[in-house]
């Protein structure tokens, strides 16, 4: 049994190391709510407040100007499809390599094995790449930005290992049932691996939410550009055209390009932060799951 703290020692390393991991939790939110405070804010609390958490005078003139044209909306949109196809596909591939190899008796396991490992280790590079999809015809399309990357090396060692720990009952069960291989894959293995599949798929979606190399390096087309690009192009390049002055009142002012690069900010942040909630339980699980056995 756990005995209780009834020491001092052990009560003030229990407040230090709560304090230590609240302040280390406030400075990593801080930023955070400062960018979400500042696409509120109008120019003259920009100019004059150096950093502040709440503005003094609220306005939603960022978020009326970013959404006065479809550039945003466009955008999104093409995050939300990136994001689900190459989740889907991610996990489609991963899944059915891993149960291969999880295979003993699979002819040559090993020998690719090491070639997942290897692939972990040394990449062909960024030329390499951008001609291999050039001559594969998927340049300017997106699936130039999802197959690439079907498969995540670690991912794939950690998912393997998981599958190797389910009962082989299981599977000779199902066998005599007369399921094929694909069979016991889907009605065995995957309803059984729902921690470890919810905790790499979203590993995989917020990959995909969050990369903009690939679509900037792989689509020439700026209809197709998803959120991250956009956000860089606003943060970076400060190339503001995200909205339309056409379609807003006459009267209105357009708000200051910092608090328009914020809001972008929080546009761009918000969706993939709504998931976490959702998966969060299975994250240690997931993953721990894989990993107690090579």
């Given at each position: 049994?756990?005995?209780?703290?009834?020491?001092?020692?052990?009560?003030?390393?229990?407040?230090?190391?709560?304090?230590?991991?609240?302040?280390?939790?406030l400075l990593t939110v801080l930023p955070f709510i400062y960018i979400i405070a500042?696409?509120?804010?109008?120019?003259?609390?920009?100019?004059?407040?150096?950093?502040?958490?709440?503005?003094?005078?609220?306005?939603?003139?960022?978020?009326?100007?970013?959404?006065?044209?479809?550039?945003?909306?466009?955008?999104?949109?093409?995050?939300?499809?990136?994001?689900?196809?190459?989740?889907?596909?991610?996990?489609?591939?991963?899944?059915?390599?891993?149960?291969?190899?999880?295979?003993?008796?699979?002819?040559?396991?090993?020998?690719?094995?090491?070639?997942?490992?290897?692939?972990?280790?040394?990449?062909?590079?960024?030329?390499?790449?951008?001609?291999?999809?050039?001559?594969?015809?998927?340049?300017?399309?997106?699936?130039?930005?999802?197959?690439?990357?079907?498969?995540?090396?670690?991912?794939l060692i950690i998912i393997k290992n998981f599958f190797q720990q389910l009962p082989?009952?299981?599977?000779?069960?199902?066998?005599?049932?007369?399921?094929?291989?694909?069979?016991?894959?889907?009605?065995?293995?995957?309803?059984?691996?729902?921690?470890?599949?919810?905790?790499?798929?979203?590993?995989?979606?917020?990959?995909?939410?969050?990369?903009?190399?690939?679509?900037?390096?792989?689509?020439?087309?700026?209809?197709?550009?998803?959120?991250?690009?956009?956000?860089?192009?606003?943060?970076?390049?400060?190339?503001?055209?995200?909205?339309?002055?056409?379609?807003?009142?006459?009267?209105?002012?357009?708000?200051?390009?910092?608090?328009?690069?914020?809001?972008?900010?929080?546009?761009?942040?918000?969706?993939?932060?709504?998931?976490?909630?959702?998966?969060?339980?299975?994250?240690?699980?997931?993953?721990?799951?894989?990993?107690?056995?090579?």
């Amino acid at each position: 049994m756990r005995k209780n703290h009834d020491t001092l020692g052990e009560k003030l390393f229990d407040v230090f190391n709560f304090a230590f991991l609240a302040a280390f939790a406030l400075l990593t939110v801080l930023p955070f709510i400062y960018i979400i405070a500042g696409s509120f804010a109008t120019e003259v609390e920009l100019t004059e407040r150096k950093f502040f958490l709440f503005p003094t005078d609220p306005s939603l003139a960022a978020y009326q100007y970013i959404f006065s044209s479809d550039t945003i909306f466009r955008s999104i949109g093409n995050s939300v499809f990136i994001t689900v196809a190459g989740t889907l596909t991610n996990l489609a591939f991963t899944l059915s390599m891993a149960y291969a190899l999880s295979r003993k008796d699979l002819m040559g396991r090993n020998i690719v094995m090491n070639l997942v490992i290897f692939s972990m280790l040394f990449s062909g590079g960024m030329i390499p790449s951008y001609l291999l999809v050039k001559e594969l015809g998927m340049l300017d399309s997106y699936a130039a930005v999802i197959l690439p990357g079907a498969i995540s090396a670690f991912s794939l060692i950690i998912i393997k290992n998981f599958f190797q720990q389910l009962p082989a009952g299981l599977e000779e069960s199902a066998r005599i049932d007369g399921c094929s291989d694909m069979g016991v894959l889907w009605r065995i293995v995957i309803p059984l691996s729902k921690p470890v599949i919810a905790t790499f798929g979203l590993f995989y979606a917020v990959g995909h939410w969050n990369n903009f190399f690939s679509a900037l390096l792989f689509l020439n087309d700026h209809t197709k550009w998803p959120l991250q690009v956009m956000l860089r192009e606003i943060v970076m390049l400060s190339q503001l055209a995200v909205g339309d002055m056409n379609n807003m009142d006459p009267n209105f002012v357009k708000p200051p390009d910092q608090s328009v690069k914020m809001a972008v900010i929080v546009v761009g942040t918000v969706p993939i932060l709504m998931v976490y909630p959702f998966l969060q339980k299975h994250f240690a699980k997931g993953v721990l799951l894989g990993s107690i056995k090579g």
